[in-house]
């Protein structure tokens, strides 16, 4: 079974080659791809980031929530993931579960971007 820190050379090359995709304008299909992977590849979080992040550019918040939250379990400390689920769930008016995803990432790292944020909501 595979971490979430360790990747193998096939699975950089599949990566690659949704990134390929997506750039060639392929968007379907390498979405496709990316969701084929995360079935492949079910304990990698970059994975689940690569396929939450395509949906996140599609507009599909929801779908790019789930695939952020599986990142993050599988990576509690992956600021990437948290900030993606945060912004997910933020874009789906679920404002309360973002800030709860915020908090809960706080309670273990660091991040300036959610400093950031939350100085700029006390501004307001």
Same mark, same amino acid.
């Given at each position: 079974m595979m971490t979430s820190t360790k990747k193998s050379p096939k #699975?950089? @090359? =599949? &990566? @690659? +080659? &949704?990134l390929k995709k997506k750039e060639a304008g392929q968007y379907q299909e390498a979405l496709m791809d990316a969701e084929n992977l995360s079935t492949e590849y079910p304990d990698v979080a970059s994975v689940f980031g690569l396929a939450a992040s395509?949906?996140? +550019?599609?507009d599909q918040f929801d779908k790019a929530a789930e695939k952020y939250k @599986?990142?993050?379990e599988i /990576?509690? =400390? /992956? +600021?990437?993931? /948290? #900030?993606?689920l945060f912004h997910s769930l933020w874009q789906m008016d679920k404002n309360d579960q973002a800030f709860d995803e915020m908090k809960r990432y706080m309670s273990i790292a660091q991040s300036d971007e959610y400093n +950031? #944020?939350?100085t700029n909501f006390s501004k307001k």
């Open positions: #699975l950089d @090359k =599949k &990566i @690659k +080659e &949704i395509m949906y996140f +550019e599609a @599986k990142a993050t /990576s509690p =400390k /992956s +600021e990437a993931a /948290s #900030l993606g +950031e #944020l939350l």
